[in-house]
């Protein structure tokens, strides 16, 4: 059996392109990129599955050796690529996590984040919204469109095409400005009703002086919080869907495929 040396090296170059890309981005891409939850061998096992079954679907790389200096600068390239893909994604599941601290810090089950805010004091709510962001991520087949978007990314930005730096930091940071927004759309039904409540017990305190507002604030806060959480919830695969959706057409528009 003779051993093409020459092809041999291409094909091992085309797989490694599309491990780099692909490891990169299911390093901050939602779920497989948790820290803690998913291990680094099972996502790396995830990785090489991915490329072996990817690499003979995409144009072929750059006759480039991975490890001399243009290589490690197409490297470079490839994980920029990937991480901002993940991180796209991944910020709209930080939206519902945020919305979910915004939302406790309303009711007062933050309250330990105000006294310590250095500390690892994790707010209930906002982790409730986390998790319930990652089942609608999967529930909305958002693992599926991560993988498409992987496949139809090598096609819009080949290895070694040229990337304008700018405009994918400018668009990353404006999707950082919309995380807010999406927060607040999500934690504003819960945030408006306890405004409503606290201004009620206010009225109420400056009425009658002589009652212990402070002792029913806290429960009523709390109890107000819980239904207008339950209320909100029927809405809230909606919103997420719309963050998700906005958010994988980004990722597209960022390499080329908007």
């Given at each position: ?17 599309a491990f780099t890309r ?42 480039i050796a991975p490890f ?191």
């Amino acid at each position: 059996m003779v051993v093409d040396g020459a092809a041999l090296a291409t094909l091992l170059g085309d797989w490694f392109w599309a491990f780099t890309r692909i490891g990169a981005m299911l390093m901050t891409a939602p779920i497989f990129g948790a820290r803690g939850q998913v291990p680094v061998r099972s996502r790396l096992a995830l990785a090489l599955a991915l490329s072996a079954v990817l690499a003979p679907l995409l144009p072929p790389g750059p006759a480039i050796a991975p490890f001399s200096d243009a290589g490690l600068l197409l490297v470079a390239q490839q994980l920029a690529v990937g991480v901002a893909m993940g991180l796209i994604l991944q910020l709209a599941l930080a939206a519902l996590a945020l919305a979910g601290q915004l939302i406790a810090m309303t009711m007062g089950l933050g309250f330990a984040q105000f006294i310590d805010p250095e500390g690892e004091a994790t707010v209930v709510v906002g982790s409730f919204y986390g998790l319930l962001g990652t089942l609608l991520f999967l529930a909305l087949d958002g693992h599926q469109a991560m993988i498409e978007l992987l496949f139809d990314s090598f096609h819009a930005l080949p290895v070694g095409a040229a990337l304008d730096g700018l405009d994918g930091v400018a668009a990353v940071a404006a999707w950082g400005a919309r995380l807010f927004a999406g927060a607040l759309l999500v934690a504003l039904p819960a945030v408006v009703a306890l405004t409503l409540v606290n201004l009620a017990f206010g009225v109420m305190a400056r009425a009658a002086p002589q009652l212990n507002i402070f002792g029913v604030l806290f429960p009523a806060t709390m109890l107000a919080g819980f239904a207008a959480i339950a209320l909100s919830l029927p809405a809230l695969p909606g919103q997420f869907g719309a963050l998700l959706h906005e958010s994988v057409r980004l990722a597209a528009a960022l390499v080329g495929g908007g």
